[in-house]
C-alpha cells in the first residue's frame, strides 16, 4: 500500500470530535481577525465585506477538496501525507517543508500581535528585552503544555475556543446595535491590484483548517471526524469574520489607522471598559492560536521522520507523556527565533503565500487519488470533484500570481532551500544502506 502507516502505535488517539472542532476553530479565529479589518479596509474600504465573501468561497473550494483527501487517511502529516501520495516523496517533501516553516511564520506573526495589544497595559512591552522577555514566556508556556501529552493539550485548546466564541461572538453582537449605516457606502469597484491583495490576505484569516489535519494520528475516528470537522468549523469562522467586519466599519470612524482595530471599535461604541475588554479578549485569541500552533507544527516534522524523510530523532517520542518532545522543542526554539527578529505583516503574507502553493496540491490531488486503487476509499466524496478541485487550483494560481516579488523570492529560496535538505538526507540514507550492505571482513 502506497498510504502511511498509522503512528497510533506511539501516538495517542486523545482527540475526540468536539476537541477536534474546537481545533480548527482555535486556530482559524487567530491573528487575522484581530489585526486585519483596518488593513483590508485601507486596501478596498467597504468593499472589504464583499472581499470576505469572495475569500471565503475560494476557502470553501478548497475545504470540500480536503475533506475528500482527509478522508482517505488516518495517520498524521496533513498537506505533507497527501501530497507525498499523490506526487510522490519529493514533492511531499517540499510540502512538508514549506508547510512546517509556514506555522513557524504564522506562530512569529501572532507573537508580534500579541505584543502589540499587550502593549497597551504597559507601552514598554513594544520593544527591548520586555518585548522579547513576553515572547520567550509566551513561547516556554505553550511548548510546556504540549509536551506534557496531547489529551491535556486538547483540552487546554477547546477551553481557549469556547473563551474565542463566546467573547468575540458578543463583540459582533453588542456592536450590531451600534453601527452606523451611513459608513456603508459603496464607492467605485477598487483596482484588480487592491482587491486581489484584499483577498490574499484573507486567505490567512481563514486558514486554519489545513494544520489541523495534521495530527490526525492523534484524532479518534479521524477519516469520519476530519471531514466533518472541516466543514462545521468553516461555516462558524465565515459568519463571526464577516460580522466582526460590519462593526468595525460601522462602529470606528478612523479604522484605517488603527492598530487594534477590534479594541479600538470597542472602545468607540462602549468606552474604555470595552476597550479593556476587548484587549483581554485578544490576547487570550492570540495565546490560543499560539498553543493550537504548537500543538500542531511539531507533528509535522514528527509524519516526515516517520518517512524518514527527516533525522529519526525527530520521531522520537516521550516514554511518559508520549508526545514527540524533541520536534515540540526544535519547532519552539526556532519559533522563538523567527518571532523575535520577524514582523506581523511579513510573516502573515509568506504564510499565505505558502499555503496556497499547497492547498492548489492537495485539491489537485482530488482526482489522481480517485483513479488510485493502492489508497484507501475516500470515505467522504465531493459532488462534482472533478469541477470543485479545478475551480480550486485556478483559484489559488490566481492569489498566487499577486504575490509581490519581495515575498515570492523568499519561499522560492525556501523551497530550493528544502531541496538541498532532500538531496543531502538521500544521499546519507543511500551511503548507510551500501555500508550496510557490504560483506564483513573475513
Not at 56 to 83: D, Q
Not at 360 to 371: E, Q, S
Request: net charge positive; charged share 10%.
Amino acid at each position: 500500500m502506497a498510504h502511511t502507516p498509522d503512528s497510533s502505535s506511539r501516538l495517542l488517539r486523545g482527540i475526540g470530535r468536539f476537541d477536534f472542532i474546537a481545533l480548527i476553530i482555535n486556530i482559524t479565529i487567530g491573528a487575522g481577525i484581530l489585526g486585519l479589518p483596518a488593513k483590508l479596509y485601507a486596501l478596498i474600504g467597504v468593499w472589504s465585506l464583499f472581499a470576505y465573501v469572495v475569500s471565503a468561497t475560494v476557502v470553501v473550494l478548497i475545504i470540500l477538496c480536503f475533506a475528500e483527501v482527509s478522508s482517505r487517511f488516518s495517520a498524521t502529516g496533513g498537506p505533507y501525507l497527501y501530497a507525498r501520495v499523490a506526487f510522490g516523496p519529493l514533492v511531499g517533501f517540499e510540502v512538508g517543508w514549506l508547510f512546517w516553516l509556514s506555522r513557524m511564520a504564522a506562530f512569529a506573526s501572532i507573537c508580534n500581535l500579541f505584543v502589540s495589544y499587550a502593549a497597551l497595559f504597559r507601552p514598554q512591552l513594544a520593544g527591548g528585552w520586555e518585548r522579547a522577555s513576553l515572547i520567550t514566556a509566551l513561547i516556554v508556556g505553550v511548548t510546556g503544555i504540549n509536551y506534557l501529552g496531547v489529551q491535556r493539550s486538547a483540552r487546554v485548546n477547546t477551553v481557549f475556543t469556547v473563551s474565542k466564541l463566546l467573547t468575540i461572538g458578543l463583540f459582533a453582537i453588542v456592536g450590531l446595535f451600534f453601527v452606523d449605516t451611513a459608513a456603508f457606502s459603496f464607492p467605485t469597484f477598487p483596482d484588480y491590484t487592491s482587491f486581489s491583495q484584499a483577498v490574499l490576505l484573507l486567505i490567512f484569516t481563514f486558514s486554519g483548517f489545513d494544520v489541523a489535519a495534521i495530527p490526525a494520528g492523534e484524532v479518534q475516528q479521524p477519516q469520519r471526524t476530519v471531514p466533518l470537522s472541516l466543514l462545521i468549523s468553516i461555516g462558524t469562522v465565515a459568519v463571526l469574520f464577516i460580522a466582526v467586519q460590519l462593526v468595525c466599519i460601522g462602529t470606528l470612524p478612523d479604522l484605517t489607522h488603527s492598530e487594534r482595530p477590534l479594541a479600538d471599535a470597542a472602545g468607540h461604541f462602549i468606552g474604555p471598559g470595552g476597550a479593556l475588554f476587548i484587549t483581554i479578549v485578544a490576547l487570550i485569541t492570540a495565546m490560543g492560536t499560539l498553543h493550537a500552533l504548537m500543538l500542531t507544527g511539531p507533528r509535522l516534522l514528527f509524519a516526515m521522520a516517520e518517512q524518514k524523510q527527516l533525522p529519526a530523532w525527530l520521531a522520537w517520542t516521550h516514554p511518559r507523556f508520549r508526545t514527540p518532545y524533541v520536534a515540540i522543542l526544535l519547532t519552539a526554539a526556532l519559533q522563538l527565533l523567527l518571532a523575535i527578529t520577524g514582523t506581523f505583516l511579513y510573516a502573515l503574507t509568506l504564510s499565505t503565500l505558502i499555503r496556497l502553493a499547497y492547498f492548489a496540491l492537495t485539491c489537485a490531488a482530488v482526482p489522481i487519488l480517485r483513479r488510485r486503487s493502492d489508497v484507501p476509499m475516500a470515505q467522504f466524496q465531493v459532488t462534482g470533484g472533478l469541477v470543485v478541485s479545478g475551480l480550486a487550483v485556478l483559484l489559488c494560481a490566481w492569489l498566487l500570481s499577486n504575490s509581490s516579488g519581495r515575498e515570492a523570492r523568499d519561499v522560492a529560496i525556501a523551497g530550493a532551500v528544502g531541496l538541498v535538505i532532500y538531496g543531502v538526507n538521500r544521499y546519507r540514507r543511500a551511503k548507510t544502506h551500501v555500508t550496510h550492505d557490504q560483506p564483513s571482513p573475513e
